[in-house]
């Protein structure tokens, strides 16, 4: 069932053949070898016409006959146990259409998959029903109402009478930990078991090294803020069920309806045809999906429920907290000996804090040894955010290992180099020297001696790096479609969603390229369960290495069908056949027609070709790795840090979309700018409650924080899949803020060891003190 | 009446609800800021309850002139602008994303200057002259601003694009020729998710005929 194939892989000059085993009946691999016309240029969105001209229509954007909106009432208290909830004078309201109160656990539970966050709930099961319900953190649903207009449902909100018993809650994380802390589930703490991981002897390896750092970093919870808020709309015809929905994952977020209304999921069919972000946040139907269907079926009517900014921010996911003490031990000439990381941290009632990816992934280095600890609190579930745990895991480990190279007197470039990882295919020593020319790095010096930066009272400058690592994930199942018809109409058809990275126009480019054809004349038909066309959730930077292969193998069944018809027409047999230019061509430089023409041969008024992605080729494309530098100037007399600029050296196999590419580098860099400087969420303490769930409050970076950004690209080919795509969502977001944090420590001379590196932190850094 | 843009922003009165909360928008946000309190002029004066000319609570016939068309509509006075944009008349290109003005997300032109729709009751644009994304270019076109975001991948999930474009629109229609500074300015008030920044100034600075480095935003 396997072939044996040589493919040369590699990157620039640095090529190599190697043989690779594929399943049988894949295309001809696109390795560094082969020339393509489409695949790689510079493609404007096909999408870009309806998304400037506001003609495209999101979820939020639905409006059906008859619609009604839905609207969520939360618990305003971090923990309590909720006695009476009255819905009877909210239901007497003109307009109101339905009433529905989540006042069992099960409802929860119900609604839980294994993407989709929340907690399967099994300790607050278990409780006995006379117990009611508990709510577990400030924001948790407790009732939904369905009103003709968004203005009554939201008069029906306030009233609803619950009476809540308050319980002891806890939302700090040290708090959180210590003994006789108040328990968010009663059964057990709230500090989880260990999560131990260990290769070699880490002390043995700090034995042999000549130098050994440690310290402990420390990264605040990150919310997601895609703009685009959670939200669905749904309508019930009989028993089956149509919700548009801002998802990232159609078929999972209809699995979860099927499973939670005890249908076949074939009877439920989800749509996304435009996203407004996700960034992991939007896996799942969650509560939010259930219960628009759930209004939907009670009213007998359309509903749309979409959260608000408030409630993005409270109930909708996050990136976990992380406390990180860190011990790295070197040779003097840099070679690394042991890593040793301890982290705990807290993504509310649920979620993991794992950030130990970066340590086991980026550089050599013998023994290794990490124990992590989710920590439980009565605050909002985590969700998967960008690269989840990297970001965090980067910071402690590429700050640990700049302390390092400045104790040993090593540029930290060169301490990255000395204990790099050779694999094939492997760009990074590539990337380092790009991004490091591009920004001048030999431009950067030792950092100052303390005191001595505040002393001058000049802007400082400094100079800071950080390596990006990611798995490559993706594969099967996938399933695509594509079809010609009789006027030259071309469709390609998966049900994937665009979740904003040009996914539908990255379709239209390899079924472009197969049937030699422009982009812009292939009609994409995608993020709908309804065309039967499976594909995984867009999370990961899954989406265009599982799609594509099944694109392009439709594509080429379509071709082949495509050709085998018009062959007569041009007296050759098919195999002599070309397409491209939007011609079909005799290879030997006879005749030729336009693809269209072509296309009117046909004895069948349509053409088609479905495909399913084959398994991933062994052994090729494990991992996705880039490097990122940054300068920056600190204000000594504000603490004000400006980013002046950033390179960012990145590798996503094959380049599908140069446009889309260099954008998605731009934006995990702008995410990762953020997160350095100036995100974090802020509860208070005494009322368990969020201070900052606005984007007034809750910084994200907006025109005037823009450093320049210089966006590189190394093409790297290393085919697991016919395509040689492998990714590129999670990678750039990485190493920004250990780069940023780096160049701040660099240029004040002192170790920035917490996120978000706000003035206060830099003046008490100057200062010499101890934070407050 | 309009205040021009870069004259100081003027500030708030009190007591006033958070519907009528204003956010500037940068050196462009004075014009906003100016649509603003123009606009409320009319719900001051008749602020007391059961004064004469008092609006609502209950609907109330509103006639608005959205994209140089008549529209009428009845509706609440609470209702927003941008709530009778979206779920009354079907103009969804204007995006509801804080509800606060904080985001620039449903940004529409007043009377030629920009403003938040979700500040500005839809009582309070009557009389006005209100132009939307959708009206931005003639249908089934595109204005060369519109061309250049698209040239330029100057959006991603292009959930904040319409508001960038409508606010890019009044920047350049005042300021024909601006620096990336200017461009900095004017679209501070809005927000990108995905991070699409660098290639909105390339976008807006290449729709001005500026010369543009590609890849490099500053």
């Not at chain 2, 006639?63 to 009845?74: A, C, E, F, H, M």
């Amino acid at each position: 069932m396997a072939e044996t194939r040589k493919v040369r892989i590699g990157y620039g000059a640095r090529l190599e053949e190697v043989e690779v085993q594929v399943p049988d009946g894949e295309p001809a691999i696109w390795d560094a070898a082969t020339r393509l016309d489409v695949v790689g240029t510079a493609v404007p969105r096909l999408d870009g016409p309806a998304k400037v001209t506001g003609r495209a229509k999101y979820t939020y954007d639905v409006t059906l006959p008859g619609m009604l909106f839905g609207k969520i009432l939360r618990s305003p208290h971090p923990h309590a146990r909720i006695v009476t909830i009255d819905t009877s004078k909210a239901a007497r309201l003109a307009g109101v259409k339905a009433v529905i109160t989540f006042e069992t656990p099960e409802f929860f539970a119900a609604v839980e998959s294994e993407d989709s966050g929340r907690p399967v709930d099994e300790a607050a099961k278990a409780e006995p029903p006379a117990g009611k319900r508990r709510v577990l953190f400030a924001g948790e649903e407790v009732a939904a109402v369905a009103a003709t207009t968004q203005e009554i449902a939201e008069d029906a909100l306030h009233l609803i009478e619950v009476k809540y018993e308050p319980l002891p809650h806890v939302v700090d994380l040290d708090e959180g930990r210590k003994p006789g802390a108040p328990r968010v589930f009663p059964q057990h703490d709230n500090t989880l078991k260990a999560e131990v991981r260990e290769q070699g002897d880490v002390e043995a390896g700090f034995k042999q090294a000549d130098q050994v750092v440690e310290g402990t970093y420390r990264t605040p919870v990150a919310l997601h803020n895609a703009l685009e808020p959670h939200g669905a709309v749904a309508r019930w015809e009989g028993k089956t069920l149509t919700v548009w929905a801002s998802t990232q994952g159609v078929f999972g977020f209809r699995d979860d309806l099927a499973k939670f209304f005890k249908i076949p999921p074939a009877d439920v069919r989800v749509i996304t045809e435009y996203l407004g972000g996700g960034f992991g946040a939007k896996f799942g139907a969650g509560v939010v999906g259930a219960t628009a269907a759930l209004l939907a079926r009670r009213a007998q009517a359309p509903v749309k429920l979409m959260l608000d900014r408030h409630e993005e921010n409270l109930a909708t996911g996050n990136r976990p907290s992380s406390v990180q003490w860190i011990k790295v031990g070197a040779k003097r000439d840099g070679t690394l000996t042991a890593i040793h990381l301890k982290s705990y941290g807290s993504g509310g009632i649920a979620g993991g804090a794992g950030v130990s990816g970066p340590i086991w992934m980026t550089y050599a280095c013998p023994n290794l040894r990490s124990e992590e600890q989710d920590v439980l609190l009565n605050t909002g579930f985590a969700m998967p955010f960008r690269a989840p745990g990297f970001p965090q895991g980067s910071f402690a480990l590429e700050s640990a290992l700049d302390e390092l190279a400045d104790r040993l007197g090593l540029d930290p470039l060169d301490l990255r180099r000395k204990n790099y990882i050779e694999r094939p295919a492997k760009p990074l020593m590539e990337q380092y020297a790009l991004a490091a020319k591009a920004i001048g790095w030999e431009r950067r010096q030792a950092p100052p001696a303390q005191g001595a930066a505040r002393a001058s009272g000049k802007p400082l400058r400094g100079l800071g790096m950080g390596t990006a690592v990611w798995p490559v994930y993706g594969g099967p199942p996938t399933e695509a479609t594509v079809k010609i018809h009789t006027d030259g109409a071309v469709e390609c058809i998966c049900g994937t969603q665009d979740i904003g990275t040009g996914t539908r126009t990255a379709m239209a480019i390899v079924t472009a390229e197969v049937l030699g054809l422009k982009p812009e004349q292939v009609r994409v038909t995608l993020g709908d369960t309804g065309t039967g066309m499976y594909s995984p959730a867009s999370g990961g930077s899954v989406t265009l290495n599982s799609i594509l292969p099944a694109v392009r193998a439709a594509a080429e069944g379509a071709r082949q069908k495509y050709l085998k018809s018009v062959a007569p027409a041009l007296g050759a047999k098919p195999e002599d056949l070309d397409l491209h230019g939007g011609r079909v061509v005799a290879k030997d430089g006879g005749k030729s027609l336009a693809f269209a023409q072509g296309a009117s041969r046909l004895k069948t008024a349509v053409i088609a070709a479905q495909a399913s992605r084959a398994e991933n080729y062994k052994d090729r494309a494990a991992e996705l790795v880039g490097a990122q530098f940054a300068e920056v100037e600190v204000d000594p007399e504000t603490g004000r840090v400006r980013v002046l600029k950033v390179t960012a050296a990145h590798e996503c196999g094959r380049v599908i979309n140069r446009l889309a590419a260099e954008s998605q580098v731009n934006g995990g860099v702008i995410m990762g700018l953020s997160y350095a400087l100036l995100e974090r969420r802020v509860i208070d303490s005494p009322t368990g409650n969020v201070l900052n769930a606005n984007l007034e409050d809750y910084k994200v970076a907006g025109t005037l924080e823009m450093p320049e950004i210089v966006p590189i690209l190394v093409e790297v080919y290393d085919p697991a899949n016919s395509i040689g795509v492998k990714g590129l969502g999670e990678p750039p977001v990485v190493p920004t803020a250990a780069a940023i944090a780096n160049a701040v420590s660099n240029a004040l001379g002192v170790r920035m060891t917490e996120l978000p590196l706000t003035p206060d932190r830099i003046l008490a850094a100057l200062a010499g003190t101890k934070e407050a | 009446m309009e205040q021009s843009k870069g004259k100081k922003r003027k500030r708030r009165g009190h007591g006033l609800t958070r519907r009528a909360f204003l956010k500037g928008i940068g050196v462009g946000g004075g014009a906003l800021g100016a649509g603003l309190l123009a606009a409320e002029a009319p719900r001051r004066e008749g602020a007391a309850a059961g004064a004469p000319g008092t609006l609502g609570p209950g609907p109330v016939q509103v006639n608005l002139k959205i994209n140089g068309q008549p529209r009428s509509l009845r509706i609440e006075p609470r209702v927003t602008l941008l709530d009778a944009l979206r779920d009354r008349l079907d103009l969804t290109g204007a995006k509801k994303i804080c509800d606060r003005g904080e985001c620039g997300g449903c940004a529409v032109l007043l009377d030629g200057k920009p403003v938040y729709a979700c500040m500005l009751l839809a009582v309070d644009a009557r009389g006005r002259s209100i132009t939307t994304i959708e009206g931005i270019a003639p249908k089934g076109d595109l204005h060369p601003l519109q061309e250049a975001f698209v040239a330029r991948d100057a959006l991603q999930c292009g959930f904040c694009t319409p508001g960038f474009v409508v606010a890019s629109k009044a920047l350049l229609d005042e300021t024909p020729q601006p620096s990336l500074d200017q461009v900095r300015q004017a679209l501070c008030g809005h927000i990108c998710r995905c991070g699409t920044y660098p290639r909105i100034f390339e976008a807006v600075l290449a729709a001005a005929g500026r010369p543009v480095k590609a890849g490099r935003t500053t």
